[in-house]
């Protein structure tokens, strides 16, 4: 860590500070320091960016950025978060209302593809920034790992074949993650939920037709489910 990402002692509430950010932006401090930070790291790289380049980019003083935060890791922690935990908050009840395995895989995918889409900043091109393999983000590789459990169970369950489905649920989280360089690249298109979505059941190997019925009840589904969906 280098010194001026060093956190100084809390003292209080910048109120202020708080008070001004707020107006400026109608966000809370928190979220505006969040997506000042995803900016960065995203743009410079994790250790390009300093907690001081943080706080000159939401126009507040460094000191009262850590009344907020702790330092880099801690927001670099919640903005990965931000990347899967909507998903995996969904992964039960997709599970239990879906009427076949391929419906509840067509709505995971595009539920998760929504969820990166809004993750800010694209922060889900920092996955496989070595700094994410640290123990302080130990807990976001477990959720992503369970989000990879849920891939598995559902390619497997899905698959005519049912070959290798530790395979089938990595190349569908692969296809999911595809949203990442698109997104980067500008050009992901108002359809790519569907589209990855059913590129995720003909990698399982099913049919065109039952890829058809899937992609309709999974529509229908994700609809009663009410969850993160694709941008408008």
């Known amino acids: 860590m280098s010194s001026d990402d060093a956190a100084p002692p809390r003292v209080g509430r910048p109120r202020a500070t708080r008070g001004i950010v707020a107006a400026q932006s109608g966000r809370e401090p928190r979220a505006e320091i969040l997506d000042a930070a995803a900016a960065l790291f995203t743009q410079l790289g994790y250790a390009g960016t300093s907690t001081r380049a943080i706080a000159e980019r939401v126009g507040i003083r460094q000191a009262s950025l850590y009344y907020h935060f702790a330092g880099k890791d801690e927001m670099l922690l919640e903005l990965l978060e931000i990347s899967v935990r909507p998903t ?39 996955y496989a920034a070595h700094e994410v393999q640290q123990p ?48 980067r690249d500008g050009t992901p298109g108002p359809a790519v939920a569907d589209d990855l979505a059913a590129a995720c059941l003909r990698v399982v190997g099913l049919p065109a037709a039952v890829v058809d019925a899937a992609v309709a009840d999974g529509h229908a589904l994700v609809a009663a489910l009410s969850p993160v969906t694709t941008r408008s």
Do not use: K, M, W
């Open 88 to 126: 995996l908050d969904l992964v039960t009840a997709i599970e239990s209302r879906a009427p076949r395995p391929e419906v509840a895989l067509h709505a995971l995918v595009t539920v998760d593809v929504a969820t990166l889409l809004r993750a800010p900043h694209n922060i889900g091109s920092l």
């Open 136 to 183: 302080a983000f130990d807990s976001f590789r477990r959720d992503r790992a369970e989000l990879l459990a849920a891939y598995t169970r559902l390619a497997g369950a899905s698959s005519p074949q049912r070959p290798a489905p530790q395979l089938l649920g990595a190349l569908c989280l692969q296809v999911v993650e595809l949203v990442i360089p698109l997104r």
